[in-house]
């Protein structure tokens, strides 16, 4: 089982829907969690991070987490054109001896059609 | 705004050949990394540092080392380039505080090894 997954898409909507992202983890100790988007050829750029349960909202951008189900998700407001892009689930696991240790997921292409 | 700056955007080399890529942060961060990002296999860790003078391997070390000498740069080495680290480089910095920091991004390298 990969430590982060997502579905790799690529998740089509029309403007100005709700776009969804998913993504699951493995390691149950895990206490933070980061959103990046990254356009094509470009790096990634983080958009949101959330450490407890629930939803943290950030304009347009909401981001969930469920630590029991181990899943944490993005949802994009009124998805423009310019939100086309790949989204990257990023989980932060706690190594022995205290030091952490960033792990991506493959990502998510979002394409917003007009 | 945290600014990661690699010293190339595109590189060129040969087989055999000593590459340094450079990363400089200028946000006084603790923490740094190199990953490498490949189609469908995402963004992979090769190194990390945690403090000056300090390395720690990531999930993909074999082929490279790495050196941070002052506390704002931390270099990849790839000893004898080899074509499969033709790939995307990317380097990340971070303050420490236990992993809930978010790692902030450099533009990329994209290196080439014919």
């Known amino acids: 089982q990969k430590e982060v997954e997502q579905n790799s898409g690529p998740l089509s909507v029309p403007e100005g829907a709700i776009a969804s992202l998913n993504c699951t983890y493995s390691d149950r100790g895990s206490q933070s969690f980061f959103w990046y988007r990254q356009y094509s050829g470009k790096s990634p750029e983080l958009i949101m991070s959330?450490?407890?349960?629930g939803d943290k909202e950030d304009g347009r951008f909401t981001a969930q987490l469920n630590k029991a189900s181990q899943y944490v998700s993005l949802l994009i407001r009124d998805s423009q054109p310019s939100d086309s892009a790949t989204y990257l689930c990023a989980v932060n696991i706690i190594l022995t001896g205290g030091g952490n240790k960033l792990t991506f997921g493959t990502g998510t292409q979002l394409k917003v059609e007009l | 705004d945290v600014k990661v700056t690699q010293s190339s955007r595109y590189l060129v080399k040969r087989t055999g050949e000593k590459v340094f890529l450079e990363c400089v942060q200028d946000m006084d961060h603790e923490n740094m990394f190199w990953y490498r990002q490949d189609p469908g296999l995402g963004l992979r860790l090769i190194y990390f540092?945690?403090?000056?003078?300090?390395?720690e391997k990531g999930d993909i070390p074999e082929g490279y080392s790495v050196s941070r000498e002052k506390k704002e740069r931390f270099s990849l080495i790839l000893e004898s380039a080899s074509t499969n680290q033709t790939s995307m480089y990317l380097c990340?910095?971070?303050?420490?505080?236990?992993?809930?920091?978010?790692?902030?991004f450099g533009d990329g390298t994209r290196l080439s090894i014919l």
């Open positions: 540092s945690y403090d000056v003078k300090m390395k």
């Open positions: 990340a910095s971070s303050f420490p505080h236990r992993g809930n920091q978010p790692q902030h």
């Open positions: 959330i450490y407890s349960n």
